[in-house]
C-alpha cells in the first residue's frame, strides 16, 4: 500500500516547520528544509550518540530494519528489496558495476538529466557503450512528444535505460510503466533516479517493473543529507557490492563472533547498504521522516500541492510565461519560462530598485527574487518553482505579484 494512510484532505503543515514568517521558499527540490519532528529526531540521536553507553547492538541493526520497511512501503515493494545508500549515485554505482555492455550498444538517457546518473555509468562507456541522448522537443504537447521519442530510442542495442520519474529541471513526467515494458522487449536495464518525486507522488515498482530505483532522501522526503534508499530488482540478486562491510555479512549482529568471518552476505538486498546506515543520527532523522511523510500521504500531497498552484499557474500564463499543463507535470516541481524579450533593466526597476545582480537573465531573477525572501532555483532555461506541505497560495500569491512586474 502507499502511504496515503490519512482520509480527507490534506491541510498546510507550516507550523512543523521552522520557517520565518516572511519567508517564502519555493525550492525544495534543491534541499527540503526539516520538519521540526525530524531536526528533533536528530538532536536526540545525537545526544544519545554523545553518551555511547547508551548504544548497543541492536541500535546497528533494528533502526535499519524498520526504515527499510517504510521505504518498501513508498514504493509499493518489500523489505527484502531494499539497500539503504548515503546517496543517489551511490545506489547507481552499485548497479553499474552489475552492467556489462559491448561496443556498440546504447544508453538511452534524458536530455539535461541530473549529472550523478550520467556519471554513474562511465564505465559502461568505457566497455565500448554510448550514450544516446533524448532531448526535450519544443512546441505544443511537449511531454508527449518526450515521451514518445524516449520510446522509440530504446532498441534492440539499448544495454540501460536511465531516468527519472519527473525531470530534475523542469517536472516533466515520464510514463514510467510504458518505459519499463519497452526495457522488457529488449532486455535493457532499467533504472530510475526519484529522489525528486518519492513520497510525493505515488509509485508503484510492481507495475513499473524497473530493476533499480533510488532516491536521496534530503529533498522530497524532507531528511537530512547522506542516507537514502534504493530499491533493487532480481537482477541484482547475487550482485557484488561496492561496499565490503561486516554490517553487511551473515551473522554480524553477534558482536562476539565478528571473527568469525562469513562470506555469505545478510540476506536481501542488505548487501548493499551502507554501514552510514548505523549513524544515530542519519537513520533517526530518516524515521522521522518517513512517518512525518507517511502521516501527509503521497496521494493527498499531490492534490495539496496541485491546488494551492492552480491559481498561480494560470496568471503567470496571463502575464506570457510558459508552463506545463498539470497533467504533464510533477506537482512539486514545475519550471517557468520567461516571456519574449524579458527587458531585465526594468526588472531591476520595478522590484524596489534593488541592487543589480550578476550572472544570466534568470540568475539574476533568481537573486532578486531571494532579496525579497522568495527562493526559487534556476535549472536550464527555467525558473523552477518546487513547493511542499508548508506552503500556501499566499505563497504563490507573493511569487506571481514580483513576477507580474516582467
Known amino acids: 500500500m502507499q502511504a496515503n494512510s490519512e482520509p480527507g484532505q490534506l491541510t498546510c503543515r507550516r507550523a512543523d516547520f521552522d520557517l520565518p514568517e516572511d519567508l517564502v521558499y519555493l525550492n525544495s527540490a534543491y534541499m527540503g528544509p526539516l520538519p521540526r519532528a525530524v531536526r528533533d529526531a536528530g538532536a536526540a540521536a545525537l545526544a544519545r550518540r554523545a553518551q555511547p553507553w547508551q548504544l548497543g547492538a541492536a541500535d546497528f541493526f533494528e533502526p535499519a530494519e524498520r526504515v527499510r520497511a517504510q521505504c518498501a512501503t513508498l514504493v509499493n515493494g518489500d523489505a527484502e528489496s531494499i539497500a539503504l545508500v548515503p546517496t543517489a549515485a551511490w545506489g547507481l554505482g552499485c548497479v553499474a558495476a552489475q552492467i556489462q555492455a559491448r561496443a556498440g550498444q546504447n544508453i538511452v538517457v534524458l536530455g539535461e538529466q541530473f ?42 542495442d539499448t544495454v540501460l535505460v536511465a531516468m527519472e520519474q519527473a525531470h530534475w529541471t523542469d517536472g516533466t513526467l515520464f510514463d514510467l510503466t510504458a518505459v519499463g515494458r519497452r526495457a522488457r522487449e529488449v532486455g535493457a536495464w532499467f533504472v530510475i533516479d526519484a529522489t525528486q518525486t518519492v513520497g510525493v507522488m505515488p509509485l508503484d515498482v510492481h507495475a513499473v517493473q524497473p530493476d533499480a530505483l533510488v532516491a536521496h532522501c534530503y529533498k522530497s522526503m524532507l531528511s ?117 524579450g524579458t527587458d531585465l533593466e526594468r526588472v531591476r526597476t520595478l522590484l524596489a530598485g534593488l541592487q543589480a545582480p550578476k550572472g544570466t537573465d534568470l540568475e539574476r531573477v533568481r537573486t532578486l527574487l531571494a532579496q525579497r525572501r522568495i527562493h526559487v532555483s534556476v535549472r536550464g532555461s527555467v525558473i523552477r518553482v518546487s513547493p511542499h506541505v508548508y506552503n500556501t497560495p499566499n505563497d504563490f500569491a507573493r511569487l506571481l505579484d514580483a513576477l507580474g512586474h516582467l
Request: hydrophobic share 40%; proline share 6%; aromatic share 12%.
Open 115 to 156: 549529472p550523478s546518473n550520467i556519471y554513474a555509468w562511465q564505465p559502461l562507456i568505457a566497455q565500448g557503450a554510448h550514450f544516446r541522448v533524448v532531448s526535450a522537443p519544443n512546441g505544443e504537447q511537449r511531454a508527449a512528444r518526450w515521451n514518445a521519442a524516449l520510446l522509440e530510442a530504446i532498441d534492440a
Open 224 to 340: 537530512n543529507y547522506g542516507l537514502g534508499f534504493a530499491w533493487y530488482g532480481p537482477r541484482m540478486q547475487q550482485g557484488r557490492p561496492t561496499e565490503q562491510s561486516w554490517l553487511l555479512r551473515q551473522g554480524a549482529q553477534d558482536f562476539a563472533r565478528l571473527v568469525d568471518y562469513q562470506d555469505a552476505y545478510a540476506p536481501g538486498m542488505r548487501r548493499f547498504d551502507s554501514s552510514t546506515r548505523a549513524n544515530p543520527v542519519l537513520i533517526g532523522m530518516l524515521e522521522a521522516a518517513l512517518d512525518y511523510m507517511s502521516g501527509c500521504g503521497a496521494a493527498r500531497i499531490r492534490t495539496y500541492l496541485s491546488a494551492i498552484s492552480r491559481a498561480f499557474v494560470e496568471g503567470v500564463r496571463t502575464r506570457g510565461w510558459r508552463v506545463a499543463d498539470e497533467s504533464e507535470r510533477a506537482p512539486n516541481l514545475f519550471g517557468l519560462q520567461a516571456p519574449k
